[in-house]
């Protein structure tokens, strides 16, 4: 990347993608100048048609620069149309418009190349400040560098710094057994609340505590686990968990170390509204939810019936082709759904029951699957909603499908940040990031991530070599 001057004045050059990305972005640089080149609003006009997400946010960022050039003359537009940032400071807004553009080094004709002139341009004019092309284009950032030219990533949606690992919502504490709270210099009383045990923790609360966390003194061995309840610098409430490792089950489904006996947990809590799941491939994401989904809605009737949806490649923009229901146009996305079923509809002898006609129209009853791009608008209640893939929604498109929960809803996200098929997306940007730091201190969530791959000997060699 190019070193960028120290100079007071920075402009800031936005792509494309970067305003197709965050909207807001124009709002995201303090008392700095937003540079938008002529070439980006040409690619906003193509891309404003249909009913795509593309295309509803391409409108969105068109409205936007509509209203601020609404009330101004020209003369302004061309000095800089004075914004308000989120940060309360004041900055401006230039359209950059030129028409005897030069080519630069014989470079093809493309948008790319056209905003990389522009911005060349624009720095040869603008001695006095720091000219920045910001991109979430890894491409066109390796070809700025080539050019000299000052280039950065978009990073100012990112739930966290990429020094940081995601939250794990767990804190293990090796061989602590019987001294754990000596070790953390806690004093402890213990309580009995309607069945449940509760520790009522005083002294100096470790900062990385927070509600919805698995505390435990080991990580196999079914020792001391409980979640936090509630938590301050001075006082914390813990709840022993259930032990669903032997004995007790969901829907037959055991646990095999402490942050599987976590989930379990999680998903079978009155209290807790949003639960997330992440991990590797054949961590038993998928599988443990269903077991849970199955138990409270077919079982204990908490739940009236169970949703499941996930985010196809194409965000369900291309699902119209595909011929059937809308069921029937999920299927090919469905395929870990099917899977999951097919092991959980065993019997002891190892036949499954889930291809029997039978068995599907009485489950067909209770569970649903819908594509992500059709639950705009609705309201579920009773329902049990499972989202799968999470890491490949926006922060926006996961918004809108957890504000569709209504009365007694429970929503469940599943993701691994490992596997991304999104562009633009990061495990820093992505909507399981989003959703994970944003409720992270909300008493009804909880998030654990799985380790142990459970899939097989081939798919653990596989996470752990490749």
């Known amino acids: 990347m190019v070193r960028i001057d120290k100079k007071s004045t920075r402009l800031y050059v936005l792509d494309t993608n970067v305003l197709l ?7 995201q640089f303090d008392e700095h100048e937003v540079v938008i080149p002529m070439t980006v609003l040409e690619e906003l006009d193509k891309h404003k048609n249909g009913i795509r997400e593309i295309a509803r946010t391409a409108r969105q960022v068109s409205r936007t620069l509509s209203d601020l050039t609404s009330n ?21 807004l230039r359209l950059l418009c030129y028409q005897d553009l030069e080519d630069q080094h014989a470079l093809a004709d493309s948008p790319d190349n056209r905003i990389l002139a522009e911005t060349c341009r624009l720095q040869k004019e603008r001695a006095d400040a720091s000219v920045i092309l910001v991109t979430k284009d890894i491409n066109l950032r390796v070809k700025a560098a080539a050019l000299g030219v000052p ?22 504490y090796p061989d602590a057994g019987s001294e754990l709270w000596n070790g953390l210099a806690l004093d402890v009383q213990v309580e009995r609340d309607a069945g449940r045990m509760l520790y009522q923790l005083s002294g100096e609360i470790p900062s990385e505590w927070h509600p919805g966390m698995l505390v435990a003194d080991g990580d196999t061995e079914a020792g001391f686990e409980a979640v936090v309840r509630a938590v301050t610098r001075q006082r914390a409430t813990l709840e022993l968990l259930r032990n669903y490792r032997h004995g007790t089950d969901v829907w037959g489904v055991h646990a095999h170390d402490c942050r599987q006996n976590f989930a379990l947990n999680l998903l079978m809590d009155d209290d807790v509204d949003l639960v997330t799941i992440a991990g590797s491939a054949g961590t038993g994401k998928t599988f443990m939810t269903l077991a849970a989904a199955f138990e409270q809605t077919l079982d204990s009737k908490r739940f009236e019936r169970i949703v499941f949806t996930r985010a196809p490649i194409t965000m369900s923009e291309d699902i119209g082709f595909l011929p059937g229901t809308e069921e029937e146009k999920m299927s090919p996305w469905m395929g870990a759904f099917h899977d999951n079923m097919d092991n959980l509809l065993r019997n002891e002898d190892g036949e499954s029951s889930w291809e029997n006609g039978a068995t599907r129209q009485l489950l067909g009853s209770r569970v649903q699957i819908r594509a992500p791009g059709f639950m705009r608008g609705r309201t579920l209640n009773d329902t049990f909603l499972i989202i799968d893939e999470v890491q490949n929604f926006t922060p926006k498109q996961i918004k809108s499908l957890i504000t569709r929960a209504g009365r007694n809803t429970k929503i469940v996200c599943l993701g691994n ?16 990031a989003a959703v994970v730091e944003s409720f992270r201190d909300w008493p009804h969530a909880g998030h654990v991530t799985l380790k142990s791959v459970e899939r097989s000997r081939l798919a653990l060699a596989g996470e752990e070599m490749l």
């Open 21 to 27: 990305h965050d909207p807001a972005a124009l709002y």
């Open 151 to 172: 280039v950065e990533d978009y990073l100012t949606d990112r739930a966290f710094d990429d020094s940081d690992a995601m939250l794990e919502g767990v804190k293990v």
């Open 72 to 92: 101004v003359d020209l003369e302004q537009i061309h000095q800089g149309i004075p914004i308000t940032r989120q940060s309360g400071t004041d900055g401006r």
């Open 417 to 432: 940040v490992g596997q991304i098929d999104t562009p633009y997306l990061t495990a820093n940007t992505c909507g399981m």
